[in-house]
């Protein structure tokens, strides 16, 4: 079973970040530049201590209008994050992804931000397993 490390070990450590003073317009313009969907706060010492992601954007937009531009992200990230370690498997990333209706999981070691996994990256290793089972099963036949 695909674990988390074995994710990192392919895609790398980088996660993109940002301060809760960053302007909701500058959460954006991360958003496009990088063509991701979530930006994971951190304080100095990368502890996680919150999370934005474009739903949370288009929802305040939605609200309060296009002037929450230029207000600190900190005030509409989410605060209670779920994290993960590299231990955990593809199944209790797709378990807390589901239960919480969110598609980014930041991975935590020692209390610090070591990496994130996206619903994409998910789906790319589930799909593999997928296919390394069905390939074993052929061969287990073939050779039955
Ligand atoms: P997403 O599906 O990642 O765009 O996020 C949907 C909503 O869940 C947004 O309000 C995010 O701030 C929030 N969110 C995203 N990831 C997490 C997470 N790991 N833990 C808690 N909330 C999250």
Redesign the pocket.
Known sequence: MTTVQTILNLKGGDVATGDPSLTVGQICARLAEQRI??IVMTDEQRHVI???????VV?VIAQHGAEVMAEPAGRF??R????CTRRDTIDELMD??TR???????VVDGGRLVGIV??GDVVKHRMADIEREAEEIRNYIATA
């Open positions: 969907g979530a919150g999370i934005i992601s474009e739903r949370d929802r990230m989410t209670t994050v779920v994290t807390m992804m919480g209706r969110f598609r980014h999981v930041p996206s619903i």
